[in-house]
């Protein structure tokens, strides 16, 4: 099932290129086709149609695209249905496609997962208008509606059942630039009005059933990129070395989606919804890097095994990563954060564990931000160098610093927050017994954990030795602050291996 994900993914992927990017042209009908043919013979595929041209304007049909399954016996290939480009008599070319577009992709897997697809690709008001010179060139597009309905659905040779499965998107508005010959560059800017989705499946070997309906308001997108000519897309790290690279993301003003699940029986659902959020990816030769975030999500869900009905709120939601993909004698950088802002539970879940209300129900927030330095000793998108880590009892890499940029868990009633950073010497390892000596310092503060303590004690939830315990623990690595029911503690680590608490020695 895993595999036959991944190959649906790929297959989106590839349908989105084609909506996005239907033709890279230059000033005339032919160039805009050899161009195109060319650019994704750049990516592997090879490119077979029919082609005529009468009075300016070139007509392509019977489209097919198809690509070896690198190291394997597989194939992939999709088939399209007609292109027309027409010569604008000003030095631009028109690109139009029917209304309703049939399309058909085949995955022939070597493990016997094949995969056949047929979709219809309907566009109203649709119009593209390609610009500029032959090594720079300028598209403009715009439709009324763009949409996608998958027809038919075949896995290992046995139709799918399934209800629908579409997405459509409104008022779309795009610009796209490329440029370059050996390492092309890219930029593209596009926006919609409302995105509507909509999935019935149902599984052929569990018998279980998904559906979900959702809509995005005023969608957009904002990216650039570049790429060589001649790459395969399964080397990553050639691909990157070679100059691969993007630099983009998504966003939209609002979202909700309707889902229900059954299985063995019993069906759940549920429905979901969020005021903002936003997606951005970025790689090249140095870094991967995936942010995003959401506001003012709210998540109802009931039925199945679940005994009552749970709702769920959040003020914000967010997460940043960044980590080094190559090898490098300088120190780079990571970053990792997460913040789940302002979540609150339904009163009815509270009564499940403190039913008598003892416990402050405000809202609970994790927030960390974390970063550093590190040295990678190999290229993390080389299979090869990969299996050589996997296979070695060396080290990949040194954890050079390390950073608490802000740190926050605030929940019933109690809130500790802090920051900090350390710095790390690789070359003394026996100090902490086998970890790089660090040096520096963490700054931390506690309101309220005494009142909790209390709390879960006259509660049950902790039995009070348990409790005592704690607040010895407490005593030791803190100091009263400012304020009732408030300790404050200073971590440091010196360079000669001490460790100290409020200036007091522990090591």
């Known amino acids: 099932m895993a595999n036959f994900k991944r190959k649906i993914a790929s297959m989106a992927a590839l349908s989105i290129f084609m909506t996005g990017s239907a033709a890279v042209a230059e000033v005339s009908p032919q160039q805009v086709w050899d161009d195109w043919k060319s650019y994704m013979a750049g990516f592997g595929y090879v490119v077979d149609a029919n082609e005529s041209t009468s009075g300016g304007k070139l007509t392509v049909s019977d489209i097919e695209m198809s690509m070896q399954i690198p190291d394997q016996d597989g194939s992939i290939s999709m088939k399209m249905g007609q292109m027309t480009f027409s010569d604008n008599g000003d030095g631009t070319v028109a690109v139009s496609i029917p209304q309703i577009m049939p399309m058909v992709m085949s995955i022939d897997a070597p493990d016997g997962e094949?995969?056949?697809?047929?979709?219809?690709?309907?566009?109203?008001?649709?119009?593209?208008?390609?610009?500029?010179?032959?090594?720079?060139?300028?598209?403009?597009?715009?439709?009324?509606?763009?949409?996608?309905?998958?027809?038919?659905?075949?896995?290992?040779?046995?139709?799918?059942?399934?209800?629908?499965?579409?997405?459509?998107?409104?008022?779309?508005?795009?610009?796209?630039?490329?440029?370059?010959?050996?390492?092309?560059?890219?930029?593209?800017?596009?926006?919609?009005?409302?995105?509507?989705?909509?999935?019935?499946?149902?599984?052929?070997?569990?018998?279980?059933?998904?559906?979900?309906?959702?809509?995005?308001?005023?969608?957009?997108?904002?990216?650039?990129?570049?790429?060589?000519?001649?790459?395969?897309?399964?080397?990553?790290?050639?691909?990157?070395?070679?100059?691969?690279?993007?630099?983009?993301?998504?966003?939209?003003?609002?979202?909700?989606?309707?889902?229900?699940?059954?299985?063995?029986?019993?069906?759940?659902?549920?429905t979901s919804s969020s005021e903002h959020g936003d997606l951005k990816v970025a790689m090249d030769g140095d870094r991967l890097q995936y942010s995003g975030s959401a506001r003012n999500m709210q998540m109802q869900m009931m039925g199945g095994e679940i005994p009552f009905p749970i709702e769920m709120a959040m003020a914000e939601s967010a997460f940043n990563l960044l980590i080094p993909v190559s090898k490098s004698d300088n120190d780079q950088d990571f970053a990792l954060g997460i913040t789940l802002g302002d979540f609150t539970i339904s009163d009815m879940i509270w009564g499940i564990f403190d039913p008598m209300g003892q416990l402050p129900r405000d809202p609970a927030t994790i927030a960390i931000d974390l970063s550093g330095k590190v040295e990678l000793f190999f290229d993390l998108m080389d299979p090869e160098q990969m299996a050589s880590v996997e296979n070695s009892d060396e080290a990949p890499g040194e954890l050079k610093a390390l950073d608490l940029n802000a740190l926050t868990l605030r929940a019933a009633g109690a809130e500790l927050t802090g920051g900090g950073g350390f710095t790390f010497d690789n070359s003394d390892m026996m100090t902490f017994q086998g970890m790089p000596a660090p040096t520096g310092a963490i700054d931390l503060k506690l309101e309220g954990g005494n009142g909790l303590l209390d709390k879960l004690i006259a509660m049950g939830i902790m039995p009070e030795d348990q409790a005592m315990g704690m607040r010895m623990m407490m005593g030791l690595f803190a100091v009263p602050g400012d304020g009732d029911d408030t300790l404050t503690s200073k971590i440091e680590v010196t360079g000669d291996g001490k460790v100290l608490a409020n200036g007091q020695r522990l090591r």
């Open 114 to 270: 094949d995969v056949d697809i047929a979709m219809e690709y309907a566009s109203t008001g649709f119009a593209m208008n390609v610009s500029g010179s032959p090594d720079s060139m300028t598209y403009n597009y715009s439709a009324a509606e763009l949409a996608l309905l998958l027809k038919e659905l075949v896995v290992e040779g046995a139709p799918v059942d399934f209800g629908k499965a579409s997405m459509s998107m409104a008022n779309v508005t795009g610009t796209a630039a490329l440029s370059g010959s050996d390492l092309r560059t890219y930029s593209q800017r596009f926006s919609t009005g409302e995105v509507v989705y909509s999935v019935d499946f149902t599984d052929p070997k569990a018998g279980g059933r998904f559906v979900a309906n959702g809509t995005f308001a005023n969608m957009a997108f904002d990216g650039k990129g570049s790429f060589p000519a001649q790459m395969d897309p399964t080397n990553m790290a050639a691909m990157m070395a070679a100059g691969f690279g993007v630099d983009g993301g998504f966003s939209y003003e609002s979202g909700a989606t309707t889902f229900s699940v059954e299985e063995d029986g019993k069906t759940v659902q549920g």
